[in-house]
């Protein structure tokens, strides 16, 4: 199913038909200021293992997590002030920061060092579809086996909507990665340089 929601305005009626899509344990595809991801509930370890094998991907890899703010990200992540400080001048925005997890997220989704990877993307959509769900949601690039990025929800819906409950078209996005940005123990590390500035870190 293919939903068309507009990125500027997103139509309240037409998020509330994805939330109730992730609530039923859906997977959907949806847009973020990056690239367009794949997702579902943060809690629905039923739906994450779905991606894991649609995606090909080790369960000792574990995806990001969409937020729809710095409060959100608190429940999730232990913030120090100066965490704080750096997210807050910087999101919402093209970065994931990783940060030392709360009980409050799933065991599928920790690093084995209890860490997890927080986004809160600059894209009207994404963060409307978690504010309305009031829970974040798991966020994988939509590439394919090999690698390739599909960047226009026509080419996702085409290749991967067979295994996806809803295909969130909100036009064609860019295809550079975010940056991502450990903030572990107040000591910053670049673990990649994707879009959004990280000089204040290195």
Do not use: W
């Amino acid at each position: 199913m293919k939903i068309t929601i507009n990125p500027e305005n997103p139509q309240p009626r037409l998020i509330s038909q994805v939330v109730d899509i992730l609530n039923k344990g859906g997977v959907i595809a949806y847009p973020t200021d990056t690239f367009y991801g794949i997702g579902c509930h943060l809690r629905d370890k039923r739906a994450i293992e779905k991606i894991y094998h649609l995606k090909r991907r080790p369960k000792t890899k574990p995806f990001s997590i969409i937020c729809c703010d710095l409060k959100d990200i608190s429940q999730y992540a232990r913030v120090s002030n100066y965490a704080y400080k750096s997210m807050r001048r910087l999101l919402p925005g093209p970065y994931t920061f990783v940060l030392e997890a709360t009980h409050l997220v799933p065991k599928i989704m920790l690093t084995k060092r209890k860490t997890v990877g927080l986004r809160v993307p600059d894209h009207n959509v994404c963060r409307a579809i978690v504010r309305e769900l009031g829970s974040p949601i798991i966020s994988t690039s939509a590439t394919l086996p090999d690698g390739t990025v599909l960047a226009d929800p026509h080419d996702i819906d085409q290749h991967l909507g067979h295994a996806l409950d809803a295909v969130i078209d909100a036009g064609p996005i860019s295809v550079a990665p975010s940056s991502v940005v450990s903030l572990i123990d107040d000591a910053p590390e670049v673990i990649r340089a994707g879009q959004g500035d990280v000089r204040m870190f290195v």
